[in-house]
């Protein structure tokens, strides 16, 4: 497993920013993909965004333009820059950390999440 500790959340009024950070206990270039993950009440676990080892980056539509994900090896850190936060975006954000080990055939998937860092976007 890999451990993860979030950091950043907290309250902003709408049209704020937030950084959010997720240092990892391994090297992230290591890990086949990093993402941020949300869940507000009532509602399911959604992905935000993700940054594979390579670098390549994806988003959720509702966060396109607004929130970027970035990462420093050096401090096996990933974050994600949240600008012109809307009431929506409101959530527990979680940092998820997915590898995947052997053989194409036989590949096997380990997820690692964080504790968790609560979004409260508010007027």
């Known amino acids: 497993q890999v451990q993860l500790v979030e950091s950043g959340g907290g309250l902003v009024h709408p049209g704020g920013s937030l950084r959010l950070s997720c240092a990892a206990s391994?090297?992230?270039?290591?890990?086949?993909?990093m993402g941020w993950y949300r869940q507000a009440p009532g509602k399911q676990r959604e992905l935000v965004a993700s940054?594979?080892?390579?670098?390549?980056?994806n988003y959720a539509d509702s966060v396109t333009g607004r929130f970027t994900i970035f990462r420093d090896n050096a401090k096996n850190t990933v974050y994600l820059q949240m600008n012109s936060l809307k009431p929506e975006d409101t959530a527990v954000y979680y940092c998820?950390?997915?590898?995947?080990?052997?053989?194409?055939?036989?590949?096997?998937?380990?997820?690692?999440w964080g504790q968790g860092t609560q979004v409260t976007v508010s007027s």
């Open positions: 391994k090297t992230i270039i290591r890990i086949n993909t």
């Open positions: 940054i594979r080892s390579r670098g390549a980056t």
């Open positions: 998820n950390a997915h590898e995947e080990f052997g053989p194409v055939e036989r590949v096997e998937v380990r997820d690692s």
